[in-house]
């Protein structure tokens, strides 16, 4: 949410967590503030913006995810987590041109929208459509060993941000 990273921090750690969305939605939660007990919906982006997005959600809204396990649209895929983060934010810059959160993102993108274009993944992950090109191709390359790798340390990074 911006540049001021401290304030951005003090306020993550003043929302109380509700409510994970889960696995397949392990960027999302739902939490409220400890002083004013605003519900807050948020967005752990930490792969290419290193940033937290949240709005504020009704009473109602919130009550229907943790009763009813019904999440707000807001937020939903991951592809609408970087848009957003893009409007506000810079990505990264990535030392690895291969990086494992380049690659992953990549390939989860592609996964929720097979239609999504080199171009619109440019666009979200603030690279060249030529890098997206390379990552795809790498990804297609990787072995199904790298990939549970891969996949296990995200779920072990995953499980550590609470
Ligand atoms: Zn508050």
Redesign the pocket.
Known sequence: MGDHRGRDEQFVE?VKVLLNAGLSQWWLYLGQ??????NWLLAQEERIYDEHLLVKISQERADAALDAGKWPDTFSTYESVLTIAQTLSHPGQFLDPMAWSLLCTVEDLRRERHDISEDEMAHLLGISRRHVHRLIVRNARASIGERMKGWLSFVRGNRSFH
Do not use: L, V
């Not at 503030?33 to 605003?38: K, L, N």
């Open positions: 003043a503030c400890g002083s004013c007990q605003q």
